[in-house]
C-alpha cells in the first residue's frame, strides 16, 4: 500500500502573542511520512518541532493547512472525533509523562490498548511484554509517583505503544534521561521501528536521531533541511556523533 502513514499540506501555526502580534510557530510544511519510516525532527529552541508534532496528533488546532493520517484527512475533525482517532491510530510519548497518577503502572500502559479494543487478555500480554523489554516488571503494581524519573519515562514509551499505535510520535523522550535509561528507550524504539513502526521523533540529540531512517530539520518554522542517514552511519552513531545525511 502507498498511502503514506501521514503527510501534511501548507501546514501553519499562527499564535497571538501579547498585544495581540501575530507568532509565526510553523510556516507551510509538507511533510510526508511513510508507512514504516522512523522520522527524527531537528532543529534549535523555537523552531517549531514539538508544535508542529502537536499537531500531527491533534493535541494543538492548525491555523492552515491539511494533516493527513492513514488516507484520512484529519485537520476538519473535532475535538471528539480527534480523540478517537489517536485512541486507534496514534501514541504520544512526551518529555514529561504525563502518566496517570491515581492508576498503577500495569493500568497506565493497559488503559491504552483496552480503549482501543482490545481484548483484556491481549492488553495484559502487551503490557507484560512492553514491561518486561523496558525492565519494569517488577513495577507493575507501583503508582507512578513511586517510580524515578527514567522509570516513568519507560513506562510512559510502553503506554504509547500499548495499542500498537499506526503512527507513534515522540517529543523529546530523551530528554530527562540519563544514559542508562536512554539506552533502554532507544532499544525499544529501535526493536519496533524494525518490526514495522512507524515513528515521528523530536529531539535536540545527533546521537538519538542518529537511530532515524531520516532527519528533518526546522528553523523559524520552515524545513530547511530533509536527508536519508545513511545506513552504516546509522548503525555506528554514538554520543559524539555528527549525523550523515545524503540527498
Known amino acids: 500500500m502507498n498511502t503514506p502513514a501521514l503527510h501534511t499540506v501548507g501546514l ?10 501575530p507568532v509565526h510557530a510553523v510556516r507551510g510544511i509538507d511533510l510526508q511520512v511513510a508507512r514504516g519510516e522512523f522520522v527524527a525532527i531537528m532543529g534549535p529552541s523555537g523552531s517549531g518541532k514539538s508544535t508542529l508534532v502537536h499537531m500531527l496528533g491533534g493535541l494543538d488546532v492548525r491555523t492552515s493547512g491539511e494533516i493527513w493520517i492513514d488516507g484520512r484527512r484529519a485537520d476538519t475533525l473535532n475535538e471528539s472525533a480527534w480523540a478517537i ?47 518486561g523489554k523496558l525492565k519494569l516488571t517488577d513495577k507493575a503494581d507501583s503508582a507512578p509517583g513511586r517510580l524515578s524519573g527514567g522509570e516513568q519515562q519507560r513506562v510512559a514509551l510502553a503506554r504509547a505503544l500499548a495499542n500498537q499505535p499506526q503512527v507513534l510520535l515522540a517529543d523529546e523522550p530523551t530528554g530527562n534521561l540519563d544514559s542508562s535509561n536512554t539506552r533502554d528507550v532507544l ?10 513502526q512507524t515513528i515521528v521523533m523530536v529531539t535536540h540529540e545527533a546521537r538519538v536521531a542518529g537511530l532515524a531512517d531520516r532527519v528533518v530539520t526546522l528553523m523559524d518554522g520552515q524545513i530547511i533541511d530533509d536527508g536519508v542517514i545513511a545506513p552504516t552511519r546509522r548503525r555506528k552513531t554514538g554520543p559524539g556523533d555528527v549525523v550523515e545525511l545524503r540527498g
Open 187 to 196: 532499544s525499544l524504539l529501535g526493536e519496533v521501528h524494525r518490526e514495522g
Open 85 to 131: 482517532l489517536r485512541r486507534q491510530k496514534i501514541g504520544f510519548v512526551f518529555q514529561f509523562f504525563n502518566l496517570v497518577d491515581n492508576m498503577t503502572v500495569a493500568d497506565n500502559v493497559e488503559l491504552p490498548a483496552l480503549l482501543a479494543g482490545a481484548s483484556p487478555k491481549h492488553a495484559r500480554e502487551r503490557r507484560e511484554y512492553l514491561l
Open 12 to 21: 501553519v501555526k499562527v499564535y497571538q502573542a501579547g498585544g495581540g502580534l
